[in-house]
T-cell receptor
Framework: GQNIDQPTEMTATEGAIVQINCTYQ??????LFWYQQHAGEAPTFLSYNVLDGLEEKGRFSSFLSRSKGYSYLLLKELQMKDSASYLC???????????FGTGTKLQVIP | EAQVTQNPRYLITVTGKKLTVTCSQN?????MSWYRQDPGLGLRQIYYSMNVEVTDKGDVPEGYKVSRKEKRNFPLILESPSPNQTSLYFC???????????FGSGTRLTVV
């Protein structure tokens, strides 16, 4: 079957670095997404990894290991506005069938 | 402004009364999708569409219908709503997978 696991909640300090992990199991896999969702709002796209390795976008980086079924989102220089839920999702190959995890709620404290 | 527009934002209805949630995008995207979001369950895909007249079931299609007669519109139809369809619904569109989805603002549906 298909499954995604990520921690339910995390707390980190303003200015610090936090890593949000995601593991997945699926028979078909094309790529791994990360989305950010602030409370009461729609998710917004952060990254999409197809190849193994680290991709950096400003303060946010995303890593993928296809052989291990593992990804992480790295947030540097945390800001209060980074308090949000971070959703991991994979697509099963073509046709826009995208499966989301339940999300990790990150709280940034002063 | 490039966007996905859903209507209504909030809806309270009674069991069995047919309803339609509209979704429209102005980005000429081929791919569109409907999700529902429930506490502890995350976003679950209801239906998705690859292009006009091409749709397929997601993970939780029971009790829902969709149509894609025009590229910009992808309405979600609940023929006979039940209380277990009370949820937050999101419509989304994308140019292609690598660009990710653009989500609408959501529709909070309550079925009593």
């Amino acid at each position: 079957g298909q499954n995604i696991d990520q921690p339910t909640e995390m707390t980190a300090t303003e200015g610090a670095i936090v890593q949000i992990n995601c593991t997945y199991q699926t028979s078909g896999f094309n790529g791994l997404f990360w989305y950010q969702q602030h409370a009461g709002e729609a998710p917004t796209f952060l990254s999409y990894n197809v190849l193994d390795g680290l991709e950096e976008k400003g303060r946010f980086s995303s890593f993928l290991s296809r052989s291990k079924g593992y990804s992480y989102l790295l947030l540097k220089e945390l800001q209060m506005k980074d308090s949000a839920s971070y959703l991991c999702a994979f697509d099963s190959g073509g046709y826009q069938k995208v499966t989301f995890g339940t999300g990790t709620k990150l709280q940034v404290i002063p | 402004e490039a966007q996905v527009t859903q209507n209504p934002r909030y809806l309270i209805t009674v069991t069995g009364k047919k309803l339609t949630v509209t979704c429209s995008q102005n980005m000429n995207h081929e791919y569109m999708s409907w999700y529902r979001q429930d506490p502890g369950l995350g976003l679950r895909q209801i239906y998705y569409s690859m292009n006009v007249e091409v749709t397929d079931k997601g993970d939780v299609p029971e009790g829902y219908k969709v149509s894609r007669k025009e590229k910009r519109n992808f309405p979600l139809i609940l023929e006979s709503p039940s209380p277990n369809q009370t949820s937050l619904y999101f419509c989304a569109s994308s140019l292609s997978l690598g660009y990710g989805y653009t989500f609408g603002s959501g529709t909070r549906l309550t079925v009593v």
